[in-house]
């Protein structure tokens, strides 16, 4: 029985009420709710436009197509992220180009994208993981220097800062991501957000099945819509958000004091230019003579969740048998994942929580180096 989440979402008496306030006004598809969600959300990461959708993958598809990406182009994305990521992609039958990550934050690496770009690669969509923005100053002049759209997956990353501003202006589109885990949840339900006008009409074209206006469809389109019911519950979640995040840091700050300097257990590495980081998760690297798989039961069985993070997308099935990618193809990646685990982090999460489940990561990385060695 799990007695410490990994995660848990904060939803209470307000949100449930704002859900019913909705469902009694009558109107519980997309209207007047969606619009105030989206213009309240726009302010708060510094963007002119945010154009919401029903979910966060319907979002990265939305912004996909916006950015033009059509069949037979090529896009770079990262081997380290959530499956939606490089689908998007597909559903365009165009070709995702998997890129290694960096092995100290997990990122995109540019080093290595620039070794896979081609004539017809036309996007690169970065992965803030785990909620980490990356150096989008070197993102977006690696996408000049190749006439790139930026398309940035930062589905993790509400209430991250970069170099002092919040994430969600640095690139061409940043998409956010709602699912329950996530610093706001909805429910379900994501969000685009962009300074670029054009691009926001195209957007809200595509979310609501190509329409300019009442039965006038311009474009194929999608029902990407979100409703009411959902924003209700996002514009009480708003308000949450800046303490969610400022609780997960205090509870990483402990973490990062606990794990300083441990032989076996590494924290996350912070870049200069990362002001806040959102912390969607806290994930450990371990030393290669720690069996995480192990620790990972281990904690298991005390009653303490974690998670292995998304394995690299090169070792899924799917892509393995659509595109032949094999185990050995991107071993940075492959090294780095077996290596991470993540642990508990949620607003809220009592100390005396926080102290066992670094007490037992301790314990367990411990015994699961002396039966590796032994």
């Given at each position: 029985?799990?007695?410490?989440?990994?995660?848990?979402?904060?939803?209470?008496?307000?949100?449930?009420?704002?859900?019913?306030?909705?469902?009694?006004?009558?109107?519980?598809?997309?209207?007047?709710?969606?619009?105030?969600?989206?213009?309240?959300f726009a302010s708060i990461v510094g963007a002119r436009y945010a154009v919401a959708a029903n979910n966060g993958t319907a979002a990265l598809h939305m912004g996909l197509l916006a950015a033009g990406v059509?069949?037979?182009?090529?896009?770079?994305?990262?081997?380290?992220?959530?499956?939606?990521?490089?689908?998007?992609?597909?559903?365009?039958?165009?070709?995702?180009?998997?890129?290694?990550?960096?092995?100290?934050?997990?990122?995109?690496?540019?080093?290595?994208?620039?070794?896979?770009?081609?004539?017809?690669?036309?996007?690169?969509?970065?992965?803030?993981?785990?909620?980490?923005?990356?150096?989008?100053?070197?993102?977006?002049?690696?996408?000049?220097?190749?006439?790139?759209?930026?398309?940035?997956?930062?589905?993790?990353?509400?209430?991250?800062?970069?170099?002092?501003?919040?994430?969600?202006?640095?690139?061409?589109?940043?998409?956010?991501?709602?699912?329950?885990?996530?610093?706001?949840?909805?429910?379900?339900?994501?969000?685009?957000?962009?300074?670029?006008?054009?691009?926001?009409?195209?957007?809200?074209?595509?979310?609501?099945?190509?329409?300019?206006?009442?039965?006038?469809?311009?474009?194929?389109?999608?029902?990407?819509?979100?409703?009411?019911?959902?924003?209700?519950?996002?514009?009480?979640?708003?308000?949450?958000?800046?303490?969610?995040?400022?609780?997960?840091?205090?509870?990483?700050?402990?973490?990062?004091?606990?794990?300083?300097?441990?032989?076996?257990?590494?924290?996350?590495?912070?870049?200069?230019?990362?002001?806040?980081?959102?912390?969607?998760?806290?994930?450990?690297?371990?030393?290669?003579?720690?069996?995480?798989?192990?620790?990972?039961?281990?904690?298991?069985?005390?009653?303490?969740?974690?998670?292995?993070?998304?394995?690299?997308?090169?070792?899924?099935?799917?892509?393995?048998?659509?595109?032949?990618?094999?185990?050995?193809?991107?071993?940075?990646?492959?090294?780095?994942?077996?290596?991470?685990?993540?642990?508990?982090?949620?607003?809220?999460?009592?100390?005396?929580?926080?102290?066992?489940?670094?007490?037992?990561?301790?314990?367990?990385?411990?015994?699961?180096?002396?039966?590796?060695?032994?």
């Amino acid at each position: 029985m799990t007695r410490i989440p990994v995660a848990q979402p904060t939803l209470g008496e307000a949100e449930a009420a704002a859900a019913y306030e909705t469902v009694r006004g009558g109107w519980v598809s997309m209207g007047q709710r969606v619009q105030d969600f989206e213009e309240r959300f726009a302010s708060i990461v510094g963007a002119r436009y945010a154009v919401a959708a029903n979910n966060g993958t319907a979002a990265l598809h939305m912004g996909l197509l916006a950015a033009g990406v059509k069949e037979s182009d090529e896009v770079l994305v990262p081997d380290v992220t959530f499956i939606s990521t490089p689908n998007v992609v597909i559903y365009e039958r165009a070709r995702p180009v998997l890129v290694e990550c960096d092995p100290d934050t997990y990122n995109l690496s540019l080093d290595d994208a620039a070794r896979r770009v081609t004539e017809r690669t036309t996007a690169i969509i970065p992965v803030d993981m785990n909620g980490l923005p990356v150096d989008y100053d070197r993102v977006l002049a690696f996408a000049e220097e190749h006439d790139l759209a930026v398309i940035a997956d930062s589905a993790e990353s509400l209430g991250a800062s970069y170099k002092g501003e919040p994430v969600g202006t640095q690139a061409h589109q940043h998409i956010f991501s709602f699912f329950p885990n996530k610093n706001l949840t909805t429910g379900e339900g994501g969000m685009v957000t962009t300074n670029d006008n054009e691009l926001a009409k195209q957007l809200r074209v595509l979310r609501n099945q190509g329409q300019e206006g009442r039965y006038n469809h311009v474009a194929l389109g999608y029902n990407y819509r979100m409703t009411d019911i959902q924003a209700s519950i996002g514009l009480v979640q708003l308000d949450r958000t800046e303490f969610t995040v400022h609780d997960k840091q205090r509870i990483a700050t402990r973490y990062d004091h606990a794990f300083s300097g441990h032989p076996l257990i590494r924290g996350p590495f912070i870049p200069d230019y990362v002001t806040q980081h959102s912390w969607y998760m806290y994930a450990v690297a371990l030393d290669d003579s720690v069996s995480r798989d192990q620790v990972a039961q281990e904690l298991a069985s005390a009653g303490v969740e974690t998670r292995l993070s998304f394995p690299p997308v090169h070792m899924q099935p799917y892509y393995q048998n659509q595109f032949g990618y094999k185990h050995q193809d991107y071993p940075i990646s492959a090294q780095a994942w077996s290596q991470l685990l993540d642990i508990p982090i949620w607003p809220g999460l009592p100390e005396d929580q926080q102290d066992e489940v670094i007490d037992l990561l301790q314990i367990a990385v411990e015994r699961a180096s002396r039966d590796v060695t032994t």
